[in-house]
């Protein structure tokens, strides 16, 4: 007689999403399950294997070797769950599929919502889980099989994967009206970094880089204040609190509303290409695939 599978999908989801959240409770309220419901999926499996999967404490739970095992694992057949999924699409109506995608303060702000919004009505049966991370957290996320794509900026390496060009921006000045370096149109990097800066939350990419650009300089920024999105770091320069870095597309959008001056950095690093990665596009379901071709298509000149 064949003996049965120990595990079936609901279980692999469920725990993908307790590993995810490093929590019983939220893994259980993401898979739409009672904590008890759970708890006890987790143990069947358990003791299914011989072995523990999580190390329970009260602040968590953490994976054990073997359950960093069973993760990895999860996510390959999750994945090929939703390739299935999205190549029998076009044959049974009603299976919708889903993709997980990555992407950095840029993208997430200003090249997506338009876009990504566009794609989501054009296509009613797949749905995208969105998240903003930073580049070198996109690239694990995406070798690791959390993101199936990822949207990445800057100079962080991306050896192995599938990379297509995306949109390319520059990092730019912003000042008040009345501040002494809104009478230039250019300048470098090192010329601001004696005047106060507004930046974004320190969980932001555009944080860490130019807090990581100062450090090359052999500086450190003075930030008076830090606040969640370009617009309102735009407005707080605008009341004179201080200068900030941001792309060049926010900038000027955002100076038709406030008054704010837009100066151009001339140092290498300020010109950054986006870059679409995944495994492998190729690999990834129908409409994988797609959703990358759509963004693609997008990009000027393409």
Known sequence: MQQRLFFDLVDLRLFVNIADANSL????????????????????LEDALGTKLLHRASHGVTLTPAGQAMLHNALL??????????????????????????????????????????????HPQVDVDLEERMSHDIVRAVMEGSADLGIVAGTVRTDGLDVRPYHKDRLVLATPLDHPLAERERIPFEDALGHD??????????????????????ATLSIRVQVSSFDALCRMVAAGAGIGVLQDSSARRLAKFTDIR??????DWAERQLKICAQDVEALPTFGRELVEFLLSTVPGE
Do not use: C
């Open 25 to 44: 409770t939220r893994g259980a309220e993401r898979s739409f399950m009672s904590l008890a419901a759970a708890s006890m999926r987790i143990k069947n």
């Open 77 to 122: 057949i999750l994945q090929q769950t939703e390739r299935l999924r999205g190549d029998l699409l076009e044959y049974a109506k009603g299976v919708k599929g889903r993709i997980r995608l990555f992407a950095n303060t840029t993208a997430m702000t200003e090249f997506l919502p338009a876009t990504l919004g566009t794609f989501l009505s054009t």
């Open 197 to 218: 800066f507004v930046s974004l939350h320190s969980g932001s990419a555009i944080y860490s880089f130019v807090n990581q650009a100062a450090s090359d300089l052999g």
């Open 262 to 267: 837009v100066v151009e950095l001339t140092d």
